[in-house]
């Protein structure tokens, strides 16, 4: 490692040497690797957090290229999956990072696994049932999560310290949180800059254990009309809430709530997960498909026909583009594999 290579970030004043000691020994858990993922690990790989894992589900297409920066034209030309293009790429802006990619869809086992030794987890998703696991996971376990969200040129986040703030859970009932439902208003890339520009220096702060400097407001903002407050939330913690309350059920840890289909937010897509965990030959699955046109990486096998694609992967899921309709998506695929 070359001396200076922190020294701008050890200058300022709050982190020092002694805080950037403490980010080498830090481990960060980043939720969906999209626009405000790929930009929260562009930040913390070069500012040198010692572990940085990335968990995503799906992989990158042209109209991501606009806004989630790690990824390339060779990315989206061989449909590379998000997780790991961001760890080639991570790796070679930080080597002395420990980058984990994991090509996965997040539930409940995937993610208790995951959270062991996390000292806080970024949201980079899109939907709220992850969010809401997330925030029962992070609430069982005690680890900080900081919820961020944006669209068109507005965004928001929120940092959710178990046992001291509100949780996600909480503040639904009371604080007005816009995209709740999926959206299709499309984002610009400053939005998501600055979401990140919040999550990560709140991250910053718990990571070199500066808690006192935690805003403790929840940040909304629209660039294109020049608005930003900040919202004294402390008010909307419930003692009987079934994620942060006395007496917590996480209900979103329940199996009932582990979706095995899913439509995908804002997108015609279906995403299918077979009942239990499969180690999925992409070969044999390329040798049952007799016409159409067919991509393969060592990651995912893409399949196209006519109007439809569908989209398999090694974890034995299968993303099916074309419907939101789940009983049509059910039908294709069970063309196919039976
Ligand atoms: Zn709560």
């Known amino acids: 490692m070359t001396l200076d290579r922190y020294s701008r970030q050890q200058l300022f004043r709050p982190i020092g040497e002694q805080g950037q000691e403490k980010l080498k020994k830090k481990h960060v858990l980043l939720i969906g690797c999209g626009a405000l993922g790929t930009s929260s690990a562009e930040q913390l790989v070069r500012g040198g957090v010692g572990k940085v894992t990335i968990v995503d589900r799906d992989y990158v297409e042209w109209s991501n290229l606009q806004r989630q920066q790690l990824f390339t034209e060779e990315d989206a030309g061989r449909r590379m999956p998000k997780a790991k293009a961001a760890e080639k790429k991570l790796k070679k802006i930080n080597s002395e990072i420990d980058i984990q990619g994991h090509i996965m869809d997040v539930q409940r086992e995937e993610l208790e696994t995951l959270i062991e030794g996390v000292d806080v987890v970024l949201d980079g998703t899109d939907n709220f049932d992850t969010r809401m696991l997330v925030n029962d996971v992070c609430q069982k376990h005690s680890v900080p999560w900081i919820y961020g969200g944006c669209v068109g040129s ?29 959206e299709t208003a499309g984002v610009i890339s400053p939005a998501v800059q600055m979401v990140t520009a919040h999550q990560v220096t709140e991250a910053l702060k718990i990571l070199v254990e500066d808690t006192q400097a935690l805003t403790g407001r929840f940040i909304t903002f629209d660039l294109w009309n020049h608005h930003y407050t900040k919202m004294k939330v402390d008010r909307a913690k419930r003692e009987d809430c079934t994620s942060c ?9 329940l199996p009932e709530h582990q979706t095995k289909t899913a439509v995908l937010c804002g997108r015609d897509t279906v995403q299918i997960r077979p009942p239990y965990k499969i180690d999925r030959d992409l070969n044999e699955v390329r040798a049952v498909l007799t016409d159409g046109h067919i991509e393969q990486n060592p990651f995912l096998l893409s399949y196209h026909k006519e109007d439809r694609r569908m989209v398999f992967f090694k974890d034995g899921r299968v993303l099916i583009h074309g419907t939101k309709d789940v009983t049509e998506a059910r039908n294709w695929y069970h063309q196919i594999l039976g």
């Open 154 to 182: 507005h965004g928001m986040s929120y940092t959710i310290i178990p046992q001291e703030t509100p949780c996600l859970q909480c503040l639904l009932q009371s604080v007005p949180i816009g995209g709740a439902t999926c």
């Open 245 to 253: 309350g006395k007496h917590p059920s996480y209900p979103y840890l």
